[in-house]
């Protein structure tokens, strides 16, 4: 119990920890970037390695994968295009004056966040620099990008004839800004944070932007006006990692938690427990919440009530990133591997569960039904309809 034998397969081929794990849109392939300078990429199909990228002069921060080509960025200043087929280094995009730690690859665009204090925006075609992001007053740490047609309606939408872009960033200087694409210049600088800025995510349509800061806090903020919405203040150590589903915001802490708040009112609903430190990462699927944590585990809950389902254990050090597909798990974590885990099982029976809660849902109209339903839905237990607590898998 909790060797690496209980994961379906462990990757073992990064001669140093692996800091970030991309899977490409089509879902055949998973990208790897690691402290050995090195990237590699994977086949969801039979688990092996298919390419070796190499060509870095230090460390690979952040990769990301799409269908035919791939990114990487480094401590060396640079973030290098790749052949995903061939393995090739297509482009070298250079300017950056310290370690690129974020890229972004949105439309025609690839924006980068760097120690040097500057985001950019080159053209993934080619290895031009089409815009420098200048004002911050110390690293820009993490990237989001929206459209204004992704907040128009109709109306204003005829009005607004053109598209315009926006990069979002998050800084150590405790601001986020937000900045016009075309011409370079700050749209709007978002204060009320009073630490780093670790993490971005965005709700276009309703024109929410959600920031995790080092102060413990979230903040929303009306990403068209700069107004800030709301603050989120129950954690107890630096907000790490953010994800939204449904309006539902999940937020992962140094305080070896992560909480599930409505976004529309900034409720705190659910609290998931038991990492026995830092939640580096976290990702919803199907009903489940996935962690990775500093205390080298990954977790499944039950999203609703927050029981605890199975505990992943083999790495050796934190979990840097984690992905789902087609149920299964994949880990990569600073002890250098890669491990893949079956969670068909866990998946199918929270399947079952939802159907039978959507069931139960329908047929009830009574007031205390519709009571114990809500009560559920916020998490006020942990049980099972029977009364029994769901057992804890150990993998």
């Known amino acids: ?16 920890g692996i800091n970030w794990l991309s899977l490409s849109p089509d879902g055949q392939h998973l990208l790897t970037g690691s402290e050995d300078g090195t990237a590699r990429l994977w086949s969801t199909a039979d688990s092996q390695c298919h390419g070796h990228f190499q060509g870095h002069e230090s460390y690979i921060t952040f990769c990301h994968l799409e269908n035919e080509v791939a990114f990487t960025c480094s401590a060396d200043h640079t973030i290098r295009k790749w052949d995903v087929m061939t393995g090739q280094c297509l482009a070298i995009y250079r300017g950056h004056t310290s370690i690129v730690n974020r890229i972004l690859v949105a439309k025609d665009y ?3 966040g760097s120690y040097d204090r500057t985001a950019r925006c080159w053209s993934v075609n080619k290895e031009k620099q089409i815009q420098e992001f200048r004002g911050h007053r110390n690293c820009v740490l993490t990237l989001a990008h929206w459209s204004s047609k992704d907040v ?18 998050g800084s150590t200087d405790c601001t986020v800004k937000v900045w016009w694409v075309s011409s370079g210049r700050c749209y709007q600088t978002l204060l009320g944070h009073t630490g780093a800025v670790l993490c971005l995510t965005l709700d276009a349509p309703n024109r929410e932007l959600f920031s995790g800061s080092t102060d413990y806090t979230i903040r929303t903020w009306n990403i068209v006006t700069g107004e800030q919405l709301k603050v989120f203040k129950e954690h107890q150590g630096s907000v790490i990692c953010l994800e939204l ?12 938690t992560v909480k599930c708040w409505f976004a529309d009112t900034g409720e705190q609903v659910q609290t998931y427990k038991t990492h026995k430190h830092s939640v580096s990462t976290l ?5 489940i919440l996935f962690t990775g944590s500093g205390d080298a585990c990954a977790r499944a809950f039950n999203s609703k009530t927050g029981v605890l389902q199975r505990i992943f254990q083999g790495h050796k050090f934190i979990i840097n990133c984690i992905q789902i597909h087609n149920e299964l798990l994949y880990t990569a974590s600073h002890d250098g591997t890669l491990r893949i885990w079956d969670v068909q ?22 007031k205390g039904s519709l009571s114990r339903l809500f009560n559920n839905r916020v998490g006020c237990t942990v049980q099972q309809e029977n009364g029994e607590l769901e057992p804890v898998e150990l993998m």
């Open 1 to 16: 119990m909790g060797s690496s034998g209980s994961a379906l397969k462990v990757c073992t081929d990064h001669q140093g």
């Open 110 to 112: 690839l924006f980068s």
């Open 152 to 169: 128009l309606d109709e109306l204003e939408e005829e009005q607004e004839k053109l598209s315009r872009d926006f990069l979002v960033t």
């Open 245 to 256: 589903v449904n309006r539902y915001l999940y937020s992962g802490s140094a305080d070896k």
């Open 283 to 287: 990702k919803y699927h199907a009903g």
């Open 345 to 366: 099982r866990i998946c199918k029976r929270n399947k079952c569960r939802l159907k039978k809660e959507r069931s139960i849902q329908g047929k009830s109209s009574q």
